[in-house]
């Protein structure tokens, strides 16, 4: 149906599967001091604590700032890419053609336009992600402006507002975090490009690599060896 087989749907079904698994595992009660993401967020916190300690705060407002400045080059990126996508739609003719050359053969007219359509939504919830960790950036920036002095670092407003700016600094790089799992997950959607079977081992491929980065010992080893 619509051009696609049985293996395509098998295929499209394990990558969405894929997609939620590594989303439970990584933001899950589980991920708790496990992966390296949630450690970071501990680290914000620690962050947020010393600083509130800091008569001079401007190397903080920096730390935002470039936060800030790096989501807004993916969100760029993400513009870019669901621009490049749209004019692929409008170039059919020319990449069918291109893949009639391949050994795996031109695809059906009418899945090669929803696949490419699909890889549009991958983008653009990737740009809505780091669009939406550009905007909480933003207001961590405002939390820190309205830091109280270190003369009253001991009060309970104080300790309060810390935290309010901690958890605002930790669903920024959460929804960030997002943004980049698109970006990931992307490249494995390509594979379907070729046929289901490229999909299923280029998804396998990625959540492999990724759950590598999250749990390897290399980054893990920098965070608990004091030495």
């Not at 149906?1 to 933001?27: K, N, P, R």
């Not at 700016?165 to 494995?188: C, D, E, K």
Request: aromatic share 14%; net charge positive; charged share 15%.
């Amino acid at each position: 149906m619509l051009g696609f087989t049985y293996i395509d749907a098998i295929a499209f079904s394990a990558f969405c599967l894929a997609w939620v698994a590594y989303h439970l595992v990584m933001e899950g009660s589980w991920a708790e001091s496990r992966t390296l993401n949630r450690r970071m967020d501990a680290y914000r916190y620690e962050w947020m604590r010393r600083m509130l300690e800091r008569e001079n705060r401007i190397v903080d407002a920096q730390i935002v700032a470039a936060l800030q400045n790096g989501t807004a080059f993916f969100a760029s990126t993400s513009l870019l890419a669901i621009g490049a996508t749209l004019a692929i739609l409008q170039s059919t003719e020319a990449v069918m053609a291109l893949f009639r050359d391949l050994p795996f053969g031109a695809p059906n007219r009418t899945s090669w336009e929803l696949k490419t359509l699909g890889l549009t939504l991958i983008f653009a919830n990737a740009f809505f992600k780091f669009a939406w960790a550009y905007r909480l950036f933003n207001y961590s920036t405002i939390l820190l402006g309205s830091t109280p002095p270190p003369s009253e670092a001991g009060t309970p407003q104080a300790q309060a507002h810390v935290i309010k700016l901690a958890r605002m600094a930790t669903i920024a790089g959460r929804h960030f975090n997002r943004g980049q799992r698109a970006f990931f997950f992307a490249i494995a959607y390509l594979g379907w490009y070729i046929n289901g079977w490229a999909l299923m081992a280029a998804t396998l491929a990625i959540f492999l690599v990724m759950i590598n980065r999250q749990l390897g010992r290399d980054s893990h080893w920098v965070l608990d060896n004091d030495g």
